[in-house]
């Protein structure tokens, strides 16, 4: 189970957010009649919401290309240049050239906005081993907008803090109304959301003690293979349009597939040599390929499990973010 | 630097070039391609063409002025190696073993070096005709560079200078290429071996016939320090080349000779060797004559197995995905699709595992021992100066000598840059469903365009492209590595492989922490 999933600051944020919005609850009472209260948690619910649509933005930017950082990227050139400078330091930490921590930031700091590297490398100055170097430099890549996986836990626990939030927005006051499909939406979405993070930590343990022989990528990868040489054989028998009916109907079956394979071979049995020979190479493939394909289908069925609920969430979160511009502008306009 | 070709020589120039002593015994297919890829650094006093520590491949031949190498020890002081004049060299250490360097070299006067990068170089000294050359290469390296070589290697660090001078010449230099084998198991132990740069693998066989690897040595370590013993001793695995490797050996009879039996030497060499014999569980169970049962199992040594029959031990960092947290999302390949222009992708998660939940992806571990690097004989692999493999796609032919040479099939061959690319580049327009179809090319439009694109293609050496080796170049130039960053899960990550399957009973580790620690000053940071 991977619960590095839910180990996270940011649930410190939405504890106190939900805390927050509860406090709002006992505090006023219906909150419908306290304005500035109602609007606040309004304000908090959408900026939660927007926060939370943060990751999406960030990973379809990067899956299409059109993140800024992209624009960041520096000739090597000039990477290898601040490289040479690096250990041209290094040398000067070694020979106590440079002493001090100070002095070895504000040196790494010169050469990499001189090399204008800034925002593509990151050096961490560290403690160097006793009887060598006082400090070590490791340079790591600049990582400017964080990992997705510190966006995902973003994206969760601000999820569920902005479900608080819509609840306190809402007060006593929902109904079958607009309000009352907003809530549910939200609901539905953060459910799913919720549901959805459990299972990515669940599911990828279930998968992967499952792929015994093969795993999902190896199976898929297989089974084309066995695919296109069973077309270029077909292609082959073609010359012979009997022998390549056989072999169509050994491909139609299901499970029957041994008897009509028995009964296929039979029947050729008049063929020459070779010709028959083809056709039984072609039904081993065949089979072969059946094998592969059950076990891919078998790991694409638990991949399905632990990947479905987006099925849900994604489009209820369409919805609900187009509900809530709706929603934001008519407060606004009217 | 990138090799390149460059502009014609003058006659002038062609003849003071070929009366230097070095180049003057080349055959002519090698003279052409020392001009085309000789290149001129100018340096003035103070200028610093090598740093100690960093990776380089090219090697420098003194035409004017004088270098002197430095070395700062890990207690700070730094140390004057030697003053190189005119018509010496350097750079050829780094440039066959594929190690950082040991030295920094600096100018001390305003001077002229012709530069032939670590390509051309190598061409020049593994060329069977060109023996000459190769031939002063060694008299040199054994004149200048020996002895700071061999300090550098656990089992000689107890010897003094003055006594390293005297054991040198009887050292031997030997190559080996993959698959060789270097010593017999059970055979009577004749010499100590020090692998130059490459890697040895040891693999016993056990009384059941079944055959045991228990150790692997790589650049600047040792073996064969048991025929330093006393009594007659026999190997007690037989040691195999993995990659193309580099040794230098000293016959047994050759230390009693130089130092006499009893000597002070002597007895520290033998010191060193038994150090060094215990520090390597493997071979210590052999010396103890343990039973083979017993030598199985030995804790850890499975996991030396898993690292040289899975080639780990060449180094590097792998791309590490824990199938305990990997969702099968694909966002890994999607960014890195999106991270080149060609729209290939460099990864593939279809890789090996190292257990029930690590799996290594197919991507380039930048290995210490880079055979691709070795394969090429273009120019168009180099190392930078961190020991990034990087690749000159200007320069490659697509020979693919690469792609066979690579011990973990992670580079990939695509058609040359004129040709159709492999997947047709689409926007995000097109890529919206059922709407995209209206934004696409028709097929024919598509087809005429990348038959305009495909006109004859050269690389930057005037060679016919029949197509481009490609391979993860760690996002270079960006500030992230795409499928480490955007992973959602934070399955994926980059790990020595030495780490996933550390042993302590590895030997390799303690001799690589040596070399870093000489070479650096201190263990990896």
Partial sequence: ?334 | MEPSPQPPPTAEELELLFQLELFKDLPKKLRDVLVRFRRYTPGIAGTIFIRQGEYTEDFHYVLAGSVSAFRANADGKVELLESLGPHEWFGEVSALSNQPSLATLKADVPCTLLTIDGSTFRVLYKDVTNAKFRERIDKHYRERALIAHMRTIPLFRALSDSDLARIRPHVHFETFAKGKVIAEQDAPVSRVYMVRSGAVGCTRRLRDGKQKIVGYHMNNSSFGERALEKELATWPGTYTALAPTDVLSIEKDAFGLTFGSGSAALNALQQAALELLRADQGQAAAVRGVEDAELSRIAGDDRIEQMVRRQSVKGGEALVIDLQRCVRCNMCVETCVAVHEDRVPRLSKKGSRVSAELNLATSCYNCEIPECMMACGYGAIRRDVEGVIRFVYDNCVGCASCVSACPYGVIRYTPPPGAAPVVPKESFLEQIPWVGQFFRKAAGAAASEAESKSAPVLSARGEKVNGKSIKCDLCAGLPFEGCVYNCPTAAISRQNPAALFESESSRARVVDGAIHDAVHGGPRG
């Fill in chain 1, 1 to 334: 189970m991977n619960l590095s999933l839910f180990k996270s600051w940011y649930s410190v944020l939405a504890l106190l957010g939900i805390a927050a919005a509860i406090a709002c609850s006992l505090v006023a009472g219906d909150i419908a009649d306290v304005r500035w209260l109602r609007l606040a948690t309004g304000w908090l619910a959408g900026s939660s919401m927007a926060l939370a649509l943060g990751y999406v933005l960030r990973k379809y930017m990067h899956k299409y290309g059109y993140s800024p950082e992209f624009k960041l990227k520096v000739p090597i050139a000039q990477l290898e240049r601040a490289e040479m400078r690096l250990n041209e330091l290094r040398g000067k930490i070694l020979t106590r050239a440079v002493a001090s921590r100070a002095e070895i930031t504000a040196e790494i700091k010169r050469i990499l906005s001189e090399e204008r590297v800034q925002r593509v490398l990151a050096v961490d100055v560290k403690p160097g081993p006793s009887g060598g170097a006082a400090f070590v430099l490791e340079v790591n890549k600049a990582f400017l907008f964080g990992r997705a996986a510190k966006w995902l836990h973003l994206h969760l626990y601000i999820s569920i803090a902005f479900a608080a939030f819509v609840l306190a927005h809402g007060g006593r006051s929902l109904g079958l109304d607009f309000g009352g499909a907003l809530f549910a939406l939200s609901a539905l979405v953060v459910v799913t959301g919720v549901i959805g993070i459990a299972l990515w930590a669940l599911g990828p343990t279930w998968l992967t003690r499952r792929e015994r022989d093969l795993s999902i990528e190896e199976s898929f990868v297989l089974h084309q293979g066995f695919q296109g040489k069973l077309q270029e054989l077909r292609g082959t028998l073609a010359a012979e349009p009997e022998l390549a009916a056989l072999l169509d109907d050994v491909m139609r079956s299901g499970a029957d597939a041994p008897a009509r394979t028995k009964a296929a071979l039979q029947a050729a049995s008049q063929y020459p040599e070779e010709r028959r020979r083809m056709l039984e190479d072609a039904c081993v493939l065949f089979g072969q390929m059946r094998r592969v394909e059950r076990e891919f289908r078998a790991l694409w069925r638990i991949r399905l499990t632990f990947m479905a609920w987006r099925a849900v969430h994604i489009p209820a979160a369409v919805l609900l973010s187009a509900a809530v511009l709706v929603h934001v502008v008519s407060v606004l306009r009217y």
